[in-house]
Nanobody, 128 residues
């Protein structure tokens, strides 16, 4: 599957951004979708994931009350709405897809190894 992320940019602390990830090449509704982020010198970090139907959402604890993941299966697109952004949210954000993962609702990380396809990343920079 090919994944194309967009929507990153520069925003002041407290601001908002919405990331989008368009998928092609595989039946989108059959994939679990996720967002990860990476800062220089650190491992890729799980941010959020959404089940195939959109009924189960899973978040990194530190973003749970600020970020919202959603999907539009008719548009083959997954979104990440990010509100009340903080400087520590600065990273390259990646979308990812998994054909065989099951997402349980709640908080807690999912390993990157659970996802088989990755987009190219979009930079989010939050200034203080």
């Amino acid at each position: 599957v090919q994944l194309q992320a967009s929507g990153g940019g520069l925003v002041q602390a407290g601001g908002s951004l919405r990331l989008s990830c368009a998928a092609s090449g595989r039946t989108f509704k059959n994939d679990v979708m996720g967002w990860f982020r990476r800062t220089p010198g650190k491992e890729r970090e799980f941010v959020a994931a959404i089940s195939r139907s959109g009924g189960s959402l899973r978040y990194l604890g530190s973003v749970k009350d600020r970020f919202t993941i959603s999907r539009d299966n008719a548009k083959n697109t997954v979104y990440l709405q990010m509100n009340n952004l903080k400087p520590e949210d600065t990273a390259v954000y990646y979308c990812a897809a998994s054909w065989d993962l099951v997402v349980h609702h709640g908080t807690g990380i999912l390993p990157a190894s659970d996802f088989d396809s990755w987009g190219q990343g979009t930079q989010v920079t939050v200034s203080s």
